[in-house]
């Protein structure tokens, strides 16, 4: 058969057409989290296993391993704390351990822990899981309740108690238990249930076992649609793993576990990563918790980033996870600490609108550890409030889109702090960025400075491609600038060096001090090919910030991004996004715009200055307990049985707004 050459060159156009696009990848689905090194504080000088949780009076709220179960208090974030109060003693030679807390829709908060007793061991002194309650916020607490007991031997005990409260108003107590193994080495989660806000609990069920190995450290959540209970545990029987790894148990809310528990083989035992780990990764003492944006976020303490797999020498890792608890991805490590230090039993809570705290147990193998406290921001996309800063080489005295121009946060790995922020009007792009330097590098061809990557286009690709543009700031007060560019017929583009005359029109301010430089920096649209600032559009944006040394470089980057200058891979890049100028608040999380309510019963009655889409009501838990559509300025929502929490309410221009609200007593 006789083809045509204009058939081939057709054929051949598409084939390459296919090809330059083939490098495309679907953009990155999950918050990353910045956490600030200003906010760390030690909690207890010693001490193991802190959990916290944010009361319906606002304040946080930490019990911990510390000579008996201790509690502290702060009224102002955490930057100030009660003296600890002994509330569980240790009785005669028993130790009360691993607390675990949670304050119920009626305003009752009990405290769980694990009395363990030493040796010698008798009958008389058994392994158990018990709890205090107090129903006046803190002030008195009641004596101890029975929740389980196990054997009198180490053995055979039972251990780490974590309570989870469903809408129906039924309490749990999930709990690491040896006791039905006294010929083995086994051990299953088990589930005790009360129905009287902790003062009398049931029998324990098993929830998930798998033979020969050892399922442990529960933590349960209820998935932000209510639908299901998912359990994170430690488990040391995956095929191929060397240790404990990360995983969850799950059940139906309509099911919650009447089916049986979750063995070896079951579809609902998984792995919490969304990329397989290598075979030696750790990933044990895991901890759950929900965000307000409906993401979860977990920890363990594991051997990422150490040279090591001996458990005394582990660190804490903080992952954010999809709706369901799955797919979890973003690793960060929010403890700086040596080779020769560990950070242990930790835990996440979730405060305020959407902050995260970490806790950990510091120290070094041999000695006390002390608690450790420190905030992240998880954030999933980057937005540009509209404004026009006083373009003087700080932003001290602008309004940028979050306060202080914290919007980025980088450096808690090596305790530096490097902050970047975004304002936008119609003629300029705005970026600053603070970052602290001790030693300033400005005199070789790779001086310390900051790249900003924008993907105008939101190519989400892993070359360059038209729309994307790189502009490194210099501390010498320079700056150099690229574009991406397709290459035709190619799947790969590359950067390109931009004009020096187009490049001049951004116009670069520093500030620099004996250790730090600060810099603004005006871009035009022009200079980025637009005639007009792209509200409404979907955009990428990435920094990276260069820290120069007589002999190496370091690099401070957002979780999961790629500073290769050949592949960019701008699809892991933070989506980007300018906020309508009428809109006037910053996103996705605003607190800024009047929204009023009311709480009337069991109903909240809310008012907004612009149409709301969607309310929901959300426990400090994480859980949404209510939710309804909505297309007006005022609506009346059921508060699903809570007497305090969030209110998350969607409005009409795409903005999100998170509140605090508590009913009355």
């Known amino acids: 058969m006789k083809v045509s050459t204009s058939a081939i060159l057709l054929c051949?156009?598409?084939?390459?057409?296919?090809?330059?696009?083939?490098?495309?990848?679907?953009?990155?689905?999950?918050?990353r989290i910045f956490w600030d090194t200003d906010t760390k504080k030690t909690l207890f000088n010693i001490g193991n296993y802190a959990r916290m949780i944010q009361l319906a009076d606002g304040r946080l709220m930490v019990a911990a391993e510390n000579g008996g179960i201790k509690v502290i208090y702060s009224e102002d974030?955490?930057?100030?704390?009660?003296?600890?109060?002994?509330?569980?003693?240790?009785?005669?030679?028993?130790?009360?351990?691993?607390?675990?807390l949670i304050q119920l829709t009626d305003g009752t908060i009990i405290v769980g822990y694990n009395p363990r007793p030493t040796e010698p061991y008798s009958e008389d002194r058994r392994f158990g899981i018990r709890c205090r309650r107090s129903t006046d916020n803190g002030a008195t607490w009641s004596d101890e309740i029975f929740i389980f007991d196990a054997r009198h031997t180490f053995a055979d005990g039972c251990w780490e108690p974590s309570f989870l409260e469903l809408p129906s108003g039924e309490l749990q107590c999930y709990f690491a238990n040896e006791n039905e193994y006294t010929s083995s080495g086994e051990q299953c989660i088990s589930m005790c249930r009360s129905f009287d806000k902790g003062l009398t609990w049931s029998a324990p069920v098993k929830v998930s076992f798998r033979q020969w190995t050892r399922d442990g450290m529960p933590v349960p959540i209820l998935t932000p649609d209510g639908r299901e209970i998912v359990v994170i545990i430690e488990d040391n029987g995956w095929p191929g793993s060397s240790g404990f790894i990360a995983t969850t148990v799950r059940t139906s809310l309509d099911d919650n576990w009447k089916s049986g528990y979750v063995d070896a083989g079951s579809s609902r035992r998984n792995k919490i990563f969304a990329t397989e780990?290598?075979?030696?990764?750790?990933?044990?003492?895991?901890?759950?918790?929900?965000?307000?944006?409906?993401?979860?976020?977990?920890?363990?303490?594991?051997?990422?980033?150490?040279?090591?797999?001996?458990?005394?020498?582990?660190?804490?890792?903080?992952?954010?996870?999809?709706?369901?608890?799955?797919?979890?991805?973003?690793?960060?490590?929010?403890?700086?600490?040596?080779?020769?230090?560990?950070?242990?039993?930790?835990?996440?809570?979730?405060v305020d609108t959407g902050t995260v705290v970490a806790l950990g147990s510091i120290g070094q193998p041999g000695s006390s550890n002390r608690i450790e406290m420190i905030k992240g921001y998880p954030r999933k996309n980057?937005?540009?409030?509209?404004?026009?800063?006083?373009?003087?080489?700080?932003?001290?005295?602008?309004?940028y889109s979050y306060p202080k121009g914290y919007q980025i946060i980088l450096g808690h790995e090596n305790n530096t702090r490097r902050t970047m922020d975004f304002l936008y009007d119609d003629r300029n792009l705005y970026f600053t960025a603070r970052c602290i330097d001790r030693d300033i590098i400005d005199d070789k061809a790779d001086n310390d400075g900051v790249t900003l990557y924008l993907d105008l286009e939101n190519a989400c690709d892993v070359y360059p491609r038209n729309g994307m543009f790189q502009i490194f700031f210099d501390v010498n007060g320079t700056l150099t600038m690229k574009h991406g560019e397709d290459l035709a017929g190619y799947e790969a583009g590359k950067w390109i060096a931009t004009d020096a005359e187009l490049a001049a029109g951004i116009q670069y301010e520093l500030k620099r001090g004996s250790t730090y430089?600060?810099?603004?920096?005006?871009?035009?649209?022009?200079?980025?090919?637009?005639?007009?600032?792209?509200?409404?559009?979907?955009?990428?944006?990435?920094?990276?910030?260069?820290?120069?040394?007589?002999?190496?470089?370091e690099y401070a980057t957002i979780v999961d991004t790629s500073t290769a200058s050949s592949k960019p891979n701008s699809w892991a890049w933070m989506g980007f996004l300018l906020l309508p100028a009428e809109s006037g608040v910053a996103a996705p999380a605003v607190d800024d715009r009047e929204l009023?309510?009311?709480?009337?019963?069991?109903?909240?009655?809310?008012?907004?200055?612009?149409?709301m889409s969607r309310v929901e009501i959300i426990t400090f838990d994480g859980a949404i307990v209510a939710s309804q559509s909505v297309n007006h300025t005022s609506c009346t929502i059921a508060t699903g049985g809570a007497a305090c929490g969030i209110v998350r309410v969607s409005y009409a221009d795409g903005t999100v707004q998170c509140t605090k609200w508590r009913g009355v007593r």
């Not at 404004?387 to 700080?394: A, K, Q, S, V």
């Not at 009023?596 to 149409?611: D, H, K, V, Y």
Request: glycine share 8%.
């Open 12 to 31: 051949l156009a598409a084939m390459l057409s296919l090809g330059a696009s083939a490098a495309r990848k679907d953009a990155y689905d999950r918050s």
């Open 77 to 100: 974030g955490g930057k100030a704390w009660t003296p600890a109060e002994l509330i569980a003693p240790n009785p005669a030679n028993v130790h009360e351990c691993v607390p675990d």
């Open 277 to 350: 780990p290598p075979a030696r990764h750790a990933a044990g003492a895991p901890y759950l918790r929900v965000l307000p944006s409906g993401e979860t976020v977990a920890s363990y303490q594991g051997n990422d980033n150490r040279s090591t797999n001996n458990m005394d020498y582990m660190n804490m890792s903080v992952l954010v996870g999809d709706s369901s608890a799955r797919n979890f991805k973003g690793l960060t490590q929010p403890f700086n600490i040596g080779e020769n230090y560990h950070s242990l039993w930790n835990s996440v809570a979730v």
């Open 382 to 399: 980057l937005i540009a409030r509209h404004g026009t800063p006083n373009l003087n080489g700080t932003a001290a005295k602008d309004t």
């Open 517 to 553: 430089y600060e810099i603004e920096a005006a871009i035009p649209w022009s200079v980025l090919g637009l005639d007009h600032a792209p509200t409404g559009r979907l955009m990428r944006a990435d920094v990276a910030v260069r820290n120069r040394h007589e002999s190496s470089i």
């Open 596 to 611: 009023r309510i009311a709480c009337t019963g069991s109903e909240l009655s809310l008012s907004s200055p612009i149409a």
